[in-house]
């Protein structure tokens, strides 16, 4: 299969991130991508398409803060990482946001997501990546591999969060349609609920997002995810949300994906993305599911059965010794 990667990437590096009350070392790390380069084999730099894919999905103000955000924040004499701590709950009204805090608080929606010196170079060619390899499957592969990261899935329009500061899935799945595909379906199997792409999404007819991943009730992100989130407007019925239990392992998680590719498969779509995490790994330091790595490979084979040209683009997974041979298991049961 062909994968796409680009080393720029590695330019994000924050070093601390707030978890369970306390400041802890940042898991979504770079070293996450050399331990799946060393599991995949050789990759293709990614090409640049420029920024008007991130703007369809993007909105500029968004896109102008999220450039100049640890320029400002060095500017008002802050040292390290960029981070908000006081957040619109209650929007009242468009404001200024004249001072870097205002503008980190009424961009995010949590505190996990610390913007460093290089976050803005690899998250533009994390999402140069994901177009590159749409490219591939475009052209007609039947199936190729964005080596993301940052991730992509938690951040929406106008706002970051989860480790995620573009959609890498959701620009992938723009640009497909820009392209003349006329039907997308995202399947999320990350652990946790891909509520930036579904936000995004969430009133259109012409992209399905899917996702199963652990009850929101129980984990992060809390608010998004619950079953009773099904779209609205045209996008009504395109939503599909499959919560599991913590400590789900592959018997509980193969009734679920079949659920959700029955879906995919009703939609019709031209193309599937698949926002792929490997936190549902049994040895993932922060999350709750049991699947074990040769898993992914039968998960993987069950998607390739749809017969969708198919794009896989990398979420989270933070084990990362681990991480590569899950990669690479997920990335045979496609092949
Ligand atoms: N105390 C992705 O997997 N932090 N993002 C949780 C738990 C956020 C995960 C803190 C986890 C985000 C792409
Ligand atoms: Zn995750």
Redesign the pocket.
Known sequence: MRCFWDDRQLAHAPSV????GAFVPF??TASRAGSILAAIGPTEAAADHGEAPLRAVHSEDYLAFLWSAHKDWRAAGRAGDASGYAWPVVRRRPLALDRIDARLGAYSF?A??PIAAGTWEAAYWGAQTALSALGAVLAGERAAFALCR?????CGRDYL????YLNNAAIAAEAAIAAGRQRVAILDV???HGNGTQDIFYDRGDVLFASIHADPLLD??FFWGHEDEIGEGEGEGATLNLPLPRGSDLAAYLPALDVALERVTAFAPDLLIVSY?A?TFAGDP??HFRIETGDYAAIARRIASLGKPTLVVM????AVDALGANVASFLEGLS
Do not use: Q, T, V
Not at 17 to 20: A, G, V
Not at 315 to 318: A, C, I, K, S, T
């Open positions: 991130e707030l978890h369970n898991a979504e949590d996990s997501s940052p991730p992509g899935h938690h969060g989860g480790y995620c990350d652990y946790h992060y992100p995490g936190d922060i999350s979420e989270g997974g933070y």
